[in-house]
């Protein structure tokens, strides 16, 4: 297999999308620290930190092949909901999420010839959730590892009452918005 990108992210999930759009990638993901700025915005806040990522990833390689990386982040309000810490913090979110409308900010960042960025905004409304359901959902284990504490596209699909906007995008990786940035460095999906 012949890479045409080089991913800059370990997410099983942004595989699993690049996968279904049949887009051939290598896995370099980086770290970083994901801190908020003060009074950086969370639209400001996924943006830098795709481009920070993408930065990062040629600077470490050095590779001709363009790099992808995003950033997603559930934010209800003002407040960015990131990874929980633990189980109290997994059951805090899902418990202000109950209910309520959320956003969902991912931002796509390639860089090859040029540095092209895009973001995809999806609003997610929760049903109201009962106590038992938010410790049953966190037993499954898989609210562990994602931003706001949930997968829509697990069990977690079950909590969400509507959507508006980019399923991708929630998952991880707004498919439409990558692929316009791939076709911008060449890439074409449909050959």
């Not at 418990?95 to 090859?112: E, F, I, P, T």
């Not at 929630?170 to 050959?191: C, D």
């Amino acid at each position: 297999m012949t890479a045409q990108i080089i991913l800059a992210s370990a997410s099983p999930r942004r595989k699993e999308l690049l996968d279904q759009i049949k887009v051939k990638y290598r896995v370099h993901p980086v770290d970083l620290d994901e801190t908020p700025l003060s009074n950086e915005t969370p639209l400001d806040y996924v943006q830098r930190l795709a481009a920070e990522k993408s930065a990062a990833c040629i600077a470490r390689l050095g590779e001709d092949l363009p790099v992808l990386a995003a950033d997603t982040a559930v934010v209800l309000g003002d407040l960015i909901m990131g990874k929980p810490k633990d189980r109290d913090d997994a059951l805090s979110m899902l418990r202000q999420l109950s209910g309520k409308m959320h956003r969902v900010y991912s931002a796509v960042s390639l860089r090859g010839r040029e540095h092209g960025q895009a973001v995809s905004m999806t609003e997610v409304t929760f049903r109201p959730l009962t106590e038992a359901e938010i410790a049953a959902y966190w037993q499954s284990g898989e609210p562990l590892d994602k931003a706001g504490s949930y997968a829509i596209q697990g069990l977690g699909g079950v909590l969400v009452a509507s959507i508006s906007g980019s399923f991708s995008g929630v998952v991880g990786l707004p498919l439409f918005e990558t692929a316009e940035l791939l076709s911008r460095q060449g890439i074409e999906l449909f050959k």
